[in-house]
T-cell receptor
Framework: GQQLNQSPQSMFIQEGEDVSMNCTSS?????WLWYKQDPGEGPVLLIA?????ELTSNGRLTAQFGITRKDSFLNISASIPSDVGIYFC???????????FGTGTSLTVIP | DTEVTQTPKHLVMGMTNKKSLKCEQH?????MYWYKQKAKKPPELMFV???????INESVPSRFSPECPNSSLLNLHLHALQPEDSALYLC?????????????FGPGTRLTVL
């Protein structure tokens, strides 16, 4: 199936720094989702975006649904050690079988 | 409540064993999914059930056999697995399959095949 390109692939940052990552696709999507996955656990939904241009926050996290509907961005402000994990974007089309994960961004926060 | 539960948390089995993974949700969701995930890779879709009927089988080998006994439960029966089948198996559910409904994931079962 289709895979979305996420960048960067990995990030090593100091605690307190801000983080930005993005996800791009060659196809347009109706919904963009951002998940965080800790080692050995399932992905946990962070933010869901349903409209082009939408900007949504969840605590220190802010995500945007790109105007072209082919991309999305996730920002984390003032990172803390528990932000460590792999972040996956996912794009969804009209039907449930049009659900595609990004390649993932591995985040390491150095105390 | 957006909880999907999975049991067992960990499973070790030999290549001749038969075992089952279980998934449960009580959110009234009518679509349930099985994914397989290798380390540091995104989850890969295996099966989708919609209204208790198998809607999608992503060409999964027959040694994996899904079952949906009712709208809240999803099983994955395992038989004669290979070591390369070792992975994290994730269950997910969503309100519906045909709509753009968010998928919620369980914690996964870490499977090791010896």
């Amino acid at each position: 199936g289709q895979q979305l390109n996420q960048s960067p692939q990995s990030m090593f940052i100091q605690e307190g720094e801000d983080v930005s990552m993005n996800c791009t696709s060659s196809s347009i999507f109706n919904t963009w989702l951002w998940y965080k996955q800790d080692p050995g656990e399932g992905p946990v939904l962070l933010i869901a975006l349903y409209k082009a241009g939408e900007l949504t926050s969840n605590g220190r996290l802010t995500a945007q649904f790109g105007i072209t509907r082919k991309d999305s961005f996730l920002n984390i402000s003032a990172s803390i050690p528990s932000d460590v994990g792999i972040y996956f974007c996912a794009g969804q089309g009209h039907t449930g079988n049009q659900f595609y994960f990004g390649t993932g961004t591995s985040l390491t926060v150095i105390p | 409540d957006t909880e999907v539960t999975q049991t067992p948390k960990h499973l070790v089995m030999g290549m001749t064993n038969k075992k089952s993974l279980k998934c449960e949700q009580h959110m009234g969701h009518r679509a349930m999914y099985w994914y397989k995930q290798k380390a540091k890779k995104p989850p890969e879709l295996m099966f989708v059930y919609s209204y208790e009927k198998l809607s999608i089988n992503e060409s999964v080998p027959s040694r994996f056999s899904p079952e949906c006994p009712n709208s809240s439960l999803l099983n994955l029966h395992l038989h004669a697995l290979q070591p390369e089948d070792s992975a994290l198996y994730l269950c997910a559910s969503s309100q519906d399959f045909m709509g753009a409904d968010t998928q919620y994931f369980g914690p996964g079962t870490r499977l090791t095949v010896l």
